[in-house]
């Protein structure tokens, strides 16, 4: 069945660093990825959608990179501000994970 | 113009009640879906639709049952609701079955008491 992990479950720095959010499953299947944030009380936000065929996708200060072979995908943030808190989501084929709940403090 | 539109946006109701949960999207997609997320927040998928026809039946109480009488709709109707109903219901959309592209509502917020 499949599942998916994503690394740190919680991260909490200072504003302006760059980071890296991590997201694993557990098939290799030929599937596009798509990262979301949802902030508190709200709906999902698509941030970036990697087509299967592709191995990474850029919007602003977001860079997400898909690795079939490994499972993984990363979701880098450049410069990151108070408004990127939120929680983090990488489904795959309609599983979610946990999320990564990132807190970015001024 | 909202492109997957939920209604109500909040829902409160009593214990054996029947209440019924709109969704609506307007972007030509071919699929959609219902998640429930809990109070530890995990999302989890409770029913896909595709082309009106029932895709994914997750582990789902009888109580719910999806209606979708278009492609453009797919609503979620829940018989005698339990306390454990409570939770914030999201429908969403996709252009084709798991691949990715989806949309997401607002959510409907359920409680029961």
């Known amino acids: 069945k499949q599942e998916v992990t994503q690394i740190p479950a919680a991260l909490s720095v200072p504003e302006g660093e760059n980071l890296v959010l991590n997201c694993s499953f557990t098939?290799?299947?030929?599937?596009?990825l798509q990262w979301f944030r949802q902030d508190p009380g709200k709906g999902l936000t698509s941030l970036l959608l990697?087509?299967?065929?592709?191995r990474e996708q850029t919007s602003g200060r977001l860079n997400a990179s898909l690795d079939k072979s490994s499972g993984r995908s990363t979701l880098y943030i450049a410069a990151s501000q108070p408004g990127d808190s939120a929680t983090y989501l990488c489904p795959r084929k309609l599983v979610f994970g946990q999320g990564t709940r990132l807190t970015i403090n001024p | 113009d909202t492109a997957v539109s939920q209604t109500p946006k909040y829902l409160v109701t009593q214990m054996g009640n029947d209440k019924s949960i709109k969704c609506e999207q307007n972007l030509g997609h071919d699929t959609m879906y219902w998640y429930k997320q809990d109070s530890k927040k995990f999302l989890k998928i409770m029913f896909s639709?595709?082309?009106?026809?029932?895709?994914i039946n997750e582990t789902v109480p009888n109580r719910f049952s999806p209606k979708s009488p278009d492609k453009a709709h797919l609503n979620l109707h829940i018989n005698s609701l339990e306390l454990g109903d409570s939770a914030v219901y999201f429908c969403a959309s996709s252009q084709r079955h798991r691949e990715g592209g989806y949309t997401f509502g607002s959510g409907t917020r359920l409680t029961v008491v």
């Open positions: 098939d290799s299947a030929i599937y596009n």
């Open positions: 990697i087509q299967s065929s592709q």
């Open positions: 639709y595709n082309n009106k026809e029932l895709i």
